[in-house]
């Protein structure tokens, strides 16, 4: 989360587990507000209630979680990242990456490597993202590549049930717009070609930073990575009413972990980033 970058850009601090907490896009937090998603369920935040529901498929509400019950998490590890935040009045209406799964890293020490697209509300408290995944997390996982769809938020950390992929498999992560009326936006996280992923979300602040990540933890070695790069491409950025915006993507290196992003081309239709590991 941008707010909290400053804490990982301190340095390598050694990333290992903390105990009773477990990793999570955004950092380490308590295994109690973990909640993995019904199929074809949907998130419902509801803001005077200050509360946030799971709903299953046939609308039945299966949970609810106090709006402000998840912690801050106690570490971030984005180790490179491009963004950019929008200051259109029209909101975001959609947001694509197109990537591939890379092969899996030589080495295997615990650690988690996460890729993905992701926005953020202005406040920087939440987040909402289509992940590609190595090695363990909330959601399962392991010595293997994994996708789900995340919502991390004040009222805890949802995912949709990962589905294992493959070296080579051609990614597509996209985040939608699919209504908003006054201060209340509705989106769906989603791999478009993996299904089970997708992850709506009803009622919650205007999502303003897009980002094109790369997170890790518990990396002990250079070969904990893929080797060689993994190239963010078919970028595409809309606005509500389908206006292509002026973008200009913002790198940001974290020069001791040896890794590097790289505008190739700029902008919003059709935008390419490659991570050098
Ligand atoms: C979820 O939705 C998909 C696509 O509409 C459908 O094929 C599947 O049966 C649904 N699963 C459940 C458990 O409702
Ligand atoms: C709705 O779905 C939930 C979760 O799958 C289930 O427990 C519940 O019995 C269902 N309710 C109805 C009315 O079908
Ligand atoms: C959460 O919000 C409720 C209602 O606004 C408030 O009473 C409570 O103190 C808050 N809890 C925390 C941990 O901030």
């Given at each position: 989360m941008h707010t909290s970058v400053a804490v990982f850009l301190?340095?390598?601090?050694?990333?290992s587990a903390l105990a009773g907490t477990t990793v999570a896009p955004g950092g380490w937090r308590g295994w109690n507000n973990m909640h993995q998603m019904p199929a074809n369920g949907s998130l419902l935040h509801d803001p005077e209630a200050h509360e946030t529901h799971i709903i299953a498929s046939n609308g039945t509400t299966l949970f609810s979680a106090p709006a402000n019950s998840s912690e801050v998490?106690?570490?971030?590890?984005?180790i490179t990242y491009a963004s950019w935040l929008n200051t259109n009045s029209?909101?975001?209406?959609s947001f694509k990456m197109t990537w591939t799964v890379p092969l899996?890293?030589?080495?295997?020490?615990g650690q988690t490597v996460f890729l993905f697209n992701s926005i953020e509300p202005s406040s920087g408290n939440a987040i909402l993202q289509p992940v590609l995944q190595y090695g363990p997390s909330a959601a399962g996982g392991g010595q293997y590549w994994s996708v789900a769809s995340w919502y991390v938020g004040p009222s805890g950390t949802y995912f949709t049930t990962l589905v294992r992929v493959k070296p080579g498999d051609v990614l597509h992560g996209v985040i939608t717009l699919t209504k908003h009326l006054g201060n209340k936006y509705s989106y769906v996280s989603q791999?478009?070609?993996?299904?089970?992923?997708a992850l709506s979300i009803v009622g919650i602040p205007q999502l303003t930073w897009a980002t094109e990540t790369t997170e890790s933890y518990s990396v002990t070695e250079e070969s904990d990575y893929p080797a060689g790069t993994t190239v963010f491409s078919g970028i595409n950025l809309k606005l509500s009413g389908g206006k292509v915006p002026n973008v200009r993507w913002s790198v940001a290196n974290d020069v001791q972990d040896g890794l590097t992003a790289t505008v190739n081309t700029d902008g919003a239709r059709s935008a390419k980033i490659t991570v050098k590991y």
């Open positions: 301190l340095g390598l601090i050694a990333r998490p106690q570490q971030s590890g984005w029209a909101p975001i209406s899996a890293p030589k080495t295997f020490n791999f478009t070609n993996v299904p089970g992923t």
